[in-house]
């Protein structure tokens, strides 16, 4: 198979999911081509054009992952090769804004599904938004190697406050400094641990700023980006995550924080309340509301039967999403397009 995607965590950013499910399938016997490693825009797009012509006679069908924005014209490029070709693809659909850029584009976005074998999501909140743009959209949820991460149930909370995701804008990271402030008005022992690589937009600046100007500097911790193998440690040493969020779908990074038993607080928006439900799994608060946000875990740090009910039925929620449950469902759909094939 083929596979494009972003595979960068060697040069020190994000690992993607991309990664890890090619990891799982090479470890499952499958042979598996990746593209690409490089981080410039015309490198990268050169670099997957090249990969699935010179490889051709080494694959026999592809996957490969579909954002919005100027990832959506690599993934048209790459699609129109693969057609050329005669190579059966699944496109998967990632990205909060990818509805957004359906909207605007929907002959663009409507044809490059349609070209497709098949097309996934992750959640029903993408399946939802571009069910009518394709023939069929296949919710294969997002998910994580729950043995990583040891469980710990919590109730009686500390003010240990934990942010994991990239420095960028459209993840919101001063939000996260500013529910530090508030909630360290009352709880002199609240920290807040920020951990993620600089995407480069000056946001983590802005972060650094911000806590100097509430005061809240020898509080904040900021770790940079760091190897998939250490995340459990970092989310283990806290009692509540944040999701401070402007735009998403179903991110890993919460399914990582569930499965510690961390209680999550995070913003409302794309498919995060497909995938949680309020007062239940997490708490849900509108997006771009630091006041919102300071309330919900000022109530979990008063009310333990809630921070319990929350850190229970969160771990469950991971449990099924399992990569032993998840990665079985992958391998049936493309040993079904590959007989097909």
Known sequence: MLFVGSFLSAAGTHRSYCEDLTDRLEAREWRVIRTSTRRGRISRLSDILRTAWTRRRDYALAHVDLFSGPAFVWGEAVCFELARLGKPFVLTLHGGNLPTFSRRWPRRTRRLLRSAARVTAPSDYLRAALAPLAREVVVIPNAVDVAEFAHVPRSRLQPRLVWLRAFHDVYNPVMAVDVLAKIAARHPGA???????????????????????????????????????????????????????????????????????????????????????????????????????????????????????????GRNLAVSADWSAVLARWEGLFETIARAA
């Open 191 to 313: 920290t807040l641990t920020m951990v993620g690589g600089d995407k480069g937009d000056g946001s983590l600046e802005r972060v650094r700023q911000r806590a100097a100007e509430l005061g809240v500097t020898e509080r904040l911790t900021i770790v940079p980006g760091v190897p998939k193998r250490d995340v459990p440690r970092y989310l283990a040493a806290g009692d509540i995550f944040l999701n401070t969020t402007n735009a998403d779908n179903s991110p890993v990074s919460v399914l990582e924080a569930l499965a510690c038993g961390l209680c999550v607080v995070t913003t409302s928006v794309g498919g995060i309340p497909h995938m949680l439900h309020h007062e239940r799994d997490a708490m849900l608060v509108p997006a771009n509301d630091a006041s919102a946000m300071a309330a919900a875990v000022e109530r979990l740090l008063a009310q333990p039967a809630l921070a319990q009910q929350l850190s229970t039925s």
